[in-house]
């Protein structure tokens, strides 16, 4: 939108709505502070969850759970690449048995573990609940659960994965002598696919065409900029609804649909007393426009290489937790109340969409309801920072 269109109430921002305190009511007015322990000064690296745990606990759901889980790597489906720069299998689980793909995907970026939890907890429970709203969703969807996008940089700590020389086992640098580090959220462009990470998920992708796709993420420890209360959790669209992008997409109908996500996936988290939710941005006024990301990229139907002929595409939403590894951000205490979030909101997310309800929320419910900063501009990876 231009400044123009922007209502006052949107420049006020939230955060001084709900300042002003009782003046205001409706569901849209933040819950009471969130209760999350102070993270502490250290990060629990033992803590975290490695690559060797995931598939531990693959396997593991595979021999023992009550329905059926597939488990499988990249190599034994067959994609051209398969492995890691590093050389290690890609592993993808699936459940269900209905028509309807479905992807969630964690921790592209390496360092921002609970992706990996949060989506193990909620394939355990597709795997093991008897439970209605869990039938349900086993029964119209098969959905792809990918714990772990970026093994390589989860062992390293890092969020890139890094080149590699199989032959020498060495980083294979530039010219200057340095290793090169690729953000795997921003290399499903169609000048891009540097890494084999991308290669390999992206084909794997053209051959499941999910219908919906969900990506978890960590975002440091964001606060509300008018009260500096912690925000816990923020719903992201990786394509600006209404910027530059995404009403162009399918007659606009993803402009909509990702909108409807999010906005159910607020409303079924509302009341949670230990949950602060806003919209993701990256500063004051400034929301992204990425398109070489994966859940953008595959919004946009990429198809690179020749692999996607068809054009598929399919709405896709993130979800952004509080903390990283970096000291100070992801302390043990916090752990289980940053996994739980994710896991209601995914929940959320997946039982709205096999029942439908997701398609009856009000998308404004996104733009007036869900806190979040004014849009005055987009960041982008194709045009730099755009004028709202
Ligand atoms: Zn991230």
């Given at each position: ?92 689980a699936t459940v269900g048995t209905g ?174 007393g230990f949950i602060s939710t806003d ?110």
């Open positions: 939108m231009s400044p123009a269109q922007i209502s006052r109430r949107t420049l006020l921002g939230w955060g001084s709505l709900v300042a002003i305190g009782g003046s205001v009511a409706g569901p849209g007015v933040a819950s009471a502070a969130p209760n999350f322990p102070d993270p502490g000064k250290d990060t629990p690296l033992a803590a975290i969850r490695t690559y060797g745990d995931m598939v531990d606990q693959l396997r593991k759901l595979e021999r023992s759970s009550r329905y059926p889980v597939t488990v499988r790597t990249l190599s034994e489906i067959g994609t051209a690449e398969s492995l890691t720069e590093q050389g290690r299998e890609l592993y993808v028509d309807t793909p479905v992807w969630v995907q964690g921790r592209i970026h390496g360092n921002e573990p609970y992706g990996l939890d949060s989506s193990l907890t909620v394939l355990k429970r597709l795997a093991t609940s008897g439970a209605k709203e869990w039938r349900a969703i086993r029964e119209e969807f098969t959905v792809h659960v990918i714990p772990c996008y970026n093994p390589d940089g989860s062992e390293g700590n890092i969020r890139q994965t890094i080149l590699w020389d199989r032959e020498a086992d060495a980083p294979r640098l530039d010219a200057d002598g340095n290793e090169q580090l690729v953000d795997l959220n921003r290399d499903w462009a169609p000048d891009a696919f540097v890494a084999r990470e991308s290669l390999a998920w992206y084909e794997y992708w053209t051959m499941v065409k999910p219908a919906y796709a969900l990506d978890i993420h960590h975002q440091g420890l964001k606060t509300d900029r008018e009260t500096g209360e912690a925000i816990t959790f923020s719903l992201g669209i990786s394509l600006a609804p209404g910027g530059p992008t995404l009403p162009g997409i399918e007659g606009g109908e993803y402009d909509v649909v990702t909108r409807q996500m999010q906005g159910h996936v607020w409303l079924e988290t509302l009341n949670r919209k993701y941005d990256v500063g004051y006024g400034t929301v992204i426009d990425i398109r070489g990301g994966v859940v953008s990229a595959m919004m946009l139907g990429l198809d690179y290489n020749g692999l996607n002929p068809t054009g598929h595409s399919n709405p896709a939403v993130f979800f952004e937790t509080s903390g990283n590894t970096r000291d100070g951000n992801i302390g043990h205490k916090a752990r289980g109340k940053m996994v739980k979030q994710n896991v209601l909101g995914l929940t959320a997310w997946l039982d709205g969409l096999a029942t439908g309800e997701v398609f009856d929320v009000d998308p404004q419910i996104w733009d007036d309801e869900i806190p979040g900063t004014p849009v005055l501009q987009y960041f982008t990876d194709w045009g730099g920072i755009i004028p709202a």
